[in-house]
């Protein structure tokens, strides 16, 4: 049994920062990727960051770029993502994910396709 569990969310102004923490307990997730994915009211789950087992490579929905940084710490069991400048459209709740790689250049944005999840954490960002 695999458990995520997230925090670090809150409420902040625009142009703050946040840093979202995912923590994973139960077996080892060896070779696991991890993401973040991300769900406003009225809205579809979406893609924001992912990094995999090896922390060599990690991903970004185009939106976040240069503002997320996703990292993970495999003594700790945690994937973070520092969150900066953040703006009133980044306001949801964040979710945590696991899967194991797959295949294509966008393997990693497919929802479906991850394996266990947290049951998030909100970011509400005013202006």
């Known amino acids: 049994q695999v458990q995520l569990v997230e925090s670090g969310g809150g409420s902040v102004q625009e142009g703050g920062s946040l840093r979202l923490a995912c923590a994973w307990s139960g077996r080892a997730l060896s070779n696991y990727a991890m993401a973040w994915f991300r769900q406003a009211p009225g809205k579809e789950r979406e893609f924001v960051s992912a990094?995999?087992?090896?922390?060599?490579?990690?991903y970004y929905t185009d939106s976040v770029k240069g503002r997320f940084t996703i990292s993970r710490d495999r003594a700790k069991n945690t994937v973070y993502l520092q969150m900066n400048n953040l703006q009133p459209e980044d306001t949801a709740l964040y979710y945590c994910?696991?899967?194991?790689?797959?295949?294509?250049?966008?393997?990693?944005?497919?929802?479906?396709?991850?394996?266990?999840w947290g049951q998030g954490t909100q970011v509400t960002v005013s202006s």
């Open positions: 994910a696991a899967r194991t790689p797959g295949f294509g250049s966008t393997w990693y944005k497919n929802k479906n396709q991850y394996d266990y």
């Open positions: 990094v995999t087992w090896s922390s060599v490579t990690t």
